[in-house]
Structures are given as structure tokens and as C-alpha cells.
């Protein structure tokens, strides 16, 4: 293991740097290896396989999935059952929320997840093909393991957390393509709210 009780910040710094790298360049790499050694094999595999490695760096069908069950148990009166779903797509506490509390989480999952888990892959994909979507669903991912700004994460999981970081600031393209999904409507419930 990487990180073990005991290291120094610089240590778990480093270490966690050297595990965010690998794991990136190694997605990227073998997302590349494994497209061109289809290609070779056939143009139709090659093609097969590059379609399903692109519909793997999308995640939307799920997040709807559970958004939509949240919204159903609102609809059915049902509060504390929107509370326990709601808390499956979201980082926070959710037994206090009211029901206005509620509807405004599940907007901001879904359009925070619009961007991150299919405008953004899309956009990389443009720039860099799969290859390079993958590469950024593999750091959006460590981001989500390990760069967390707790006692046990905080350094070890530093160079996740900043990489997460540079792709989401303002002056970056792939900002700028997120951004522009702010202003898609979003329907979720009769009483929810549709401004972002």
C-alpha cells in the first residue's frame, strides 16, 4: 500500500501524486493500446469496442434513475423516503431537508452531474478521443476516492483534489462547455423549482 500510518505529509504528498499520475496516464495509454490493437484485428471491432469504451466514460442513465426515485417519493407525500434516497446521490446529510430543501439538491446533483459525468467526457472525447475522456473520468474519479479535505485523506489525496481542480477553472474550455449546460431546464417535479 501506498499510504501507511506514520508518513510524513511530504510522503503522502508524493505518494499520492505518483498514484494520481499512473493511474491517469495508465487509462490513457491502455484505452489507446486497446483501441488501435482492435483496430488491427478489424475495422468493425475496432470501432465496436472504441463506441463502448465512450459510452463507458458517460454516466448519466443512473443518475436519472435515482433522481427520478427521489422526485417519485416527494410526489407520493412520501418525505422521509425522498430524504433516504436523495442521500444515496449526495455528499451531505439529507434527514432535516424539507421538501423545497429537497427538490433544490436533487437540480444541483443533476445538473453538477450533467456536467462532470456527460459534458465534460464529451468535450475531452473531442479533443483527445476516448483516450483522453477516460483519462479524465479516471482523475474525476480518484477525486472522488481520495481527494477529500479530511485528517485521512488530506495530503495523501492532494494531487487528486488539485487535478480535479485545473479541469473545472474558469479559464479552461472544458469550464466554459460545463457552464453552458447551467441554463438547461430541468424538470424534475410539479413543485420543484427550475432555476438553477
Not at 77 to 98: E, M, N, P, S
Request: aromatic share 6%; charged share 20%.
Amino acid at each position: 500500500m501506498l499510504r501507511r500510518p506514520g508518513q510524513t505529509p511530504a510522503v503522502e504528498l508524493a505518494f499520492g501524486g505518483v498514484l494520481t499520475f499512473v493511474l491517469v496516464v495508465a487509462a490513457y495509454l491502455g484505452t489507446a493500446k486497446t483501441i488501435a490493437g482492435m483496430h488491427r484485428r478489424g475495422r468493425s471491432l475496432g470501432f465496436v469496442t472504441e463506441t463502448l469504451l465512450a459510452w463507458t466514460c458517460l454516466a448519466s442513465r443512473s443518475l436519472h434513475d435515482e433522481a427520478s426515485a427521489v422526485v417519485a417519493s416527494l410526489d407520493a407525500g412520501d418525505i422521509v423516503l425522498a430524504r433516504q434516497r436523495l442521500a444515496r446521490i449526495v455528499g451531505r446529510d439529507t434527514q432535516h431537508l424539507d421538501a423545497h430543501e429537497i427538490n433544490r439538491a436533487v437540480i444541483e446533483t443533476v445538473a453538477e452531474s450533467c456536467s462532470d459525468g456527460v459534458i465534460a467526457p464529451l468535450f475531452y472525447m473531442a479533443v483527445g478521443g476516448v483516450p483522453l475522456a477516460m483519462a479524465y473520468k479516471t482523475s474525476n474519479t480518484l477525486d472522488s476516492m481520495i481527494g477529500h479535505a479530511d485528517k485521512r485523506y488530506f495530503y495523501f489525496g492532494k494531487v487528486a483534489d488539485r487535478s480535479a481542480q485545473l479541469k473545472h477553472q474558469q479559464h479552461t474550455p472544458a469550464y466554459r462547455g460545463q457552464r453552458n449546460t447551467a441554463p438547461i431546464p430541468l424538470q424534475t417535479s410539479d413543485n420543484t423549482e427550475t432555476a438553477l
